[in-house]
């Protein structure tokens, strides 16, 4: 009895030690960010607890009949699909990076099939709903002015939110209206800012950012009371303020933003690739989605419009 205690605790041991090699190796093959790193590593976890309770082995054993009862398991406990999605992707790897490093031979997830994911259209404001937004903002004040400024930008350029409070004065060009924005895997891309963003960044720049730095230096665009950069929390939070102020009562964030300034270019006969690199995607199908959201506007204005509708 103690021999086996003895030989399943350097299973155990064993096998958590794989898994984290094999979430180090994700990491430098693929510059997994560190939340997809920790979704890998628990979903592996979890699956071992699982084989040394139900099925007294260890990751090294496992068959494809373990598998497919423990996707059962998961999807009787209602796992949604992407869950799903992503546990089946975390096997595949795994297997494969063991087989890789020489440690098996057959891959058990060879003939596991993930769920098919519906992919959700993004939320999204009217036209009407972003003016209200941006007008809600009392710009006599320090702090609304800046405000003000940084959602022209965000709606004027579709940043990301990371993208909108990294941004350095050196990133922004008034002369020639853009704004070079150092997107993900550190690709460059320049994006025209438009003549009503551009005079809040100006106003802003003359008066608010002066008085919230005083006597500090920063290099960045959009400074605190503190005087240090804007984080992406403190911002998600103005904008969920005044959202409250305009009346939307829709799910809200600095990305919603971003999915109006693609929705809204399209709406007005943008090219699907302008949008894409405008974006900073490296594929156009991430885009695509958006053209959904133009047709279900259309739909929506053509049922409530038409007489036959």
């Known amino acids: 009895m103690k021999a086996h205690c003895r030989g399943r605790l350097v299973t155990v ?36 607890g699982w084989l040394l309770s139900y099925r007294d082995r260890g990751l090294l054993a496992v068959d494809s009949g373990d598998i497919e009862d423990y996707l059962a398991i998961k999807f009787r406990q209602e796992a ?15 297997f494969r990076y063991l087989i890789r490093e020489g440690r098996l031979v057959d891959d058990p997830t060879l003939r596991i099939e993930p769920p098919r994911i ?17 007008n809600a903002i009392s710009v006599d004040d320090i702090l609304g002015c800046r405000d003000r400024a940084m959602l022209e930008v965000l709606y004027a350029t579709g940043l990301r939110v990371s993208e909108l409070v990294g941004l350095k004065l050196t990133q922004v060009n008034l002369r020639q209206g853009v704004v070079r924005v150092v997107g993900k895997g550190s690709k460059d891309r320049l994006v025209p800012l438009g003549e009503l963003a551009e005079e809040w960044i100006e106003r802003y720049s003359r008066t608010s950012r002066v008085a919230l730095l005083g006597t500090r230096q920063s290099d960045d665009l959009f400074v605190t009371s503190r005087g240090s950069a804007m984080t992406r929390q403190a911002f998600w939070c103005i904008i969920k303020r005044y959202a409250g102020l305009a009346g939307i009562h829709k799910p809200l964030s600095p990305h919603t933003l971003r999915h109006a300034f693609a929705t809204h270019l399209l709406n007005h006969g943008a090219d699907l690739r302008v949008v894409q690199l405008l974006l900073g995607h490296s594929d156009l199908s991430s885009t695509q989605i958006y053209t959904h959201v133009a047709q279900e506007r259309l739909k929506d204005l053509h049922a409530r419009c038409h007489p036959r509708g």
Request: net charge negative.
């Open 80 to 94: 949604s699909s992407r869950s799903m999605a992503r546990l089946v992707s975390s096997l595949r790897k795994f």
């Open 13 to 48: 041991q064993s096998d958590r030690l794989l898994i984290q090699r094999f979430v180090d190796a994700l990491w430098v093959e693929e510059g997994l960010s560190d939340n997809t790193q920790k979704a890998y590593s628990s979903d592996l976890q979890h699956f071992l």
């Open 118 to 134: 519906g992919r959700p259209l993004p939320a999204t404001l009217t036209e009407l709903e972003v003016e209200a937004l941006l």
